[in-house]
């Protein structure tokens, strides 16, 4: 698949390993990925900084690949101290992309920190250094598991962009619909930069089911009873998976997504297989 005609291309997330061998096998997945020429790579960030050193070793062994890296910056939990010598940091090793999270409040953690919400973590990022940064920002095509509503939820992704963030990467999701209306309510209150819809490859029903209920993101009936008949049959779920999902990016891009964003959760086959669907 070429991804000339899609502005911002194709993206990947990974996660910090926290084993040896974690991190080598994450190089190979890096170097798999990379040869496909992505906009950028992101690198997630442990609720209230809990993987803070891994996600900063990672995002030096990945930008070693020649690709962008962005690492994933959360404020909930951390002080306006801690978030500015990390600001300083980045700068110094020349990282200038930036994803800007609220961050999930840990149990047992005690002060959610001196900035709330995402939007005034981009503004802290902006105030503190000018356009150093490209900012992502998150978006909820089917809105955020605590938000009150989709409406507020959609101010408040507003309210995130006009804080000074360059685009948006969403939610996995199952339902292309989902998206372009969520992406329509956007632009009809001014936001003007992408917004990436985001990927999630189908290789464990267990887990997907998990992570779906914990995020909000919805698994479609007929795709959820399809899964389940397959049992332990883990060939049939990935073949399966493969292709609802390619399906999915295919609409998207037709649709006019503005490129494609990975969650690999630390494997390239499954993402690599879906872009030599698409045409």
Known sequence: MSTQAHPLGISYEFFPPNTDLGREKLMGVRDALAERNPRFFSVTYGAGGSTQARTLSTVQAVRESGITTAPHLSCIGSEKAQLRDLLNQYREQGIDSLVALRGDLPSGMGGIGELRYANELVEFIREETGNHFEIAVAAYPESHPQAPSFEKDLENFVRKMKAGANLAVTQYFFTADAYFHFVERARALGVEAPIIPGIMPITNYTKLARFSDACGAEIPRWIRKQL??????????????????SRLCQRLLDGGAPGLHFYTLNQATPSLRILDNLS
């Open 228 to 245: 389940e008949a397959y049992g332990d049959d883990s060939e049939s779920i990935a073949a399966f998976g493969e292709e609802v999902v």
